[in-house]
């Protein structure tokens, strides 16, 4: 149709060019937690007045959950880039939909807050993911033991709370969950009576959540320690927070000074957060120095790096999130280390990349066994979670050559400006971005 033109979709299939063997060097500054900042943007929801909050991560799982709370009718003003101001006064809807929850599990964080405070919420099923099947059947039980009723509908959960309000209990997690503790935590906040959960997972996240919450009007004990202690409370208030800085970035940095030989004074962290990386760490080899409270500086030791075996567990434990890292640094270490998995079942999948760069890696069940030290070589690779694109950066920062790491929006889901803070530290990588436009001139048939 003459002047109008056609409707053009563009879809980015961005990928990183990494030329390594620099070693890093400088200073870098940490961000907000992305699984602290997602439950405290959830927790807007419990009130009408407005929460700040300060520190919050620009990646893009946050940017995807400030449009679920806008969905559901919130305000949400950003006067700088990384503070969020939330109104969740006009809610009319209470459904977070299967496009919102596809592209990020983390939604189901909004289960608890709407079915708490307006006594219903509609919450497509996640399926499962790169990592696992990832369940939440611990979840909806423990909504049940709060008096609400579930049910499953053409692939979205339904939960009511029949009288309009949930009812304190108590609940013993069978496993350790981290969003299900998070998400029990705001539903009972505005329940009637007490709850108590017990086998409550202990990670930092939950502590700052609980001290937004309290800050929020919330009776919140024990978050942090395996039993927490909830009064609820007829409502909820503003309330202004500052989000705790990001120990998977952290320990992403330290891993990174190691791996490349280089030098890193990290800035802006919160050490007693990531105690069990630090420790493990100094035994591989690693040389780390708390400056004082927010600051580390850290290097690879003369004696070089040693292979030492980890497991994962839930906090204060090793954390799952920083296994595909490690794994990467276990391939430059001398001898053989084994990595366990225990949290999630299928979280090796960076193995076989690892492998293409020239690691010797071999998986059976839950445990990988890296035979070190192997020269790592570029190549194409293919990122395929969060944690694994950053393992394969951190690889493709110490082996020889190019490397071009594809499907690198994983990692632009958690991880802020990484390609500028490894380049501010003299990494030598890039972004690039493919655009592959799409006629489709739909409107013109
Ligand atoms: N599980 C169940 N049923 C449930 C809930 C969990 O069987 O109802 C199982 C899971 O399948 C898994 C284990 O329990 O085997 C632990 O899962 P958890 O619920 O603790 O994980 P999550 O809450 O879904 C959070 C983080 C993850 C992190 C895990 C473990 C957020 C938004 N996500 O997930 O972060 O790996 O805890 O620490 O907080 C990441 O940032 O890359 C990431 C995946």
Redesign the pocket.
Known sequence: MPGILPTVFTAFMDKFLVRGGKPLKGKIEIGGA??SA?PCLAATLLTPETVTLHNVPYVKDLITQRRLLEDLGATVLTPELRTHKVTARNVQIYEAPYELVKTM??SVLALGPLLARFGQAKVSLPGGCA?????????LKAFEQLGATVSLESGDVVARAPKGRLVGNNIEFE??????TENVMMAAALGSGKTVIKNA?Q?P?IEDLAELLNKMGARIKGAGTPVIEIEGVEALGGAEHTIIPDR?ETGTFMVAAAITHGELEIKSCRPEHIKAVINKLREAGVEIEELNQSTLHVRCGSGGLKAKDVTTE?HPDF???MQAQYMALMTQAEGESKVIET???NRFMHASELIRMGADINISGNTAVVRGKTKLMGAPIIAS???ASASLVLAALCAEGETLIDRVYHIDR?YETIVRKFRSLGADIQRITESIAIAADESAK
């Open positions: 992305k699984n997602l599990r983390a990592i696992g099947t990832r369940p939440i059947d611990l979840h496993k350790v969950t981290v969003t299900g997972a990670e996240e998977i839930p954390p799952t999130d949290i999630f079942e979670d969060l944690r958690g």
